[in-house]
């Protein structure tokens, strides 16, 4: 069954802004992590960032330090990323992915995080291109 399911990608203009959802199909809570990452054309995928849910500890990759927030809204089971200042090479595949078991805050430091949430989404295209 799905559990993931991301929206909001798009065609944006340098410098602007998009936000991205990801709409769980059960609670956030029963998730020990749930987070983005992003896979551009010909590129390996990159953790962006992730949200540990038992104390909302969150991690984000450089590059998008500073651009990037994420946030959980658990009323509506959703998890959004906030990007601003984007840029071309912000252009990517952005999935979005949880952890159903414990996650140790190591491993979500780990550039490639992502590797150990089991749930994966289908993800979302976001082009940042004048």
């Known amino acids: 069954q799905v559990q993931l399911v991301e929206s909001g990608g798009g065609l944006v203009q340098p410098g602007g802004s998009l936000r991205l959802s990801c709409a769980a199909s059960?609670?956030?809570?029963?998730?020990?992590?749930i987070g983005w990452f992003r896979q551009a054309p010909g590129k390996e995928r990159e953790g962006v960032s992730c949200?540990?849910?038992?104390?909302?500890?969150?991690y984000y990759a450089d590059s998008v330090k500073g651009r990037f927030t994420i946030s959980v809204e658990n009323a509506k089971n959703t998890v959004y990323l906030q990007m601003n200042s984007l840029k071309p090479e912000d252009t990517a595949v952005y999935y979005c992915?949880?952890?159903?078991?414990?996650?140790?805050?190591?491993?979500?430091?780990?550039?490639?995080?992502?590797?150990?949430?089991?749930?994966w989404g289908q993800g979302t295209l976001v082009t940042v291109s004048s």
């Open positions: 059960r609670s956030i809570l029963d998730y020990y992590a």
């Open positions: 949200i540990s849910t038992n104390d909302d500890s969150t």
């Open positions: 992915a949880a952890s159903l078991f414990p996650i140790s805050h190591t491993l979500l430091e780990d550039s490639t995080w992502y590797r150990y949430l089991e749930v």
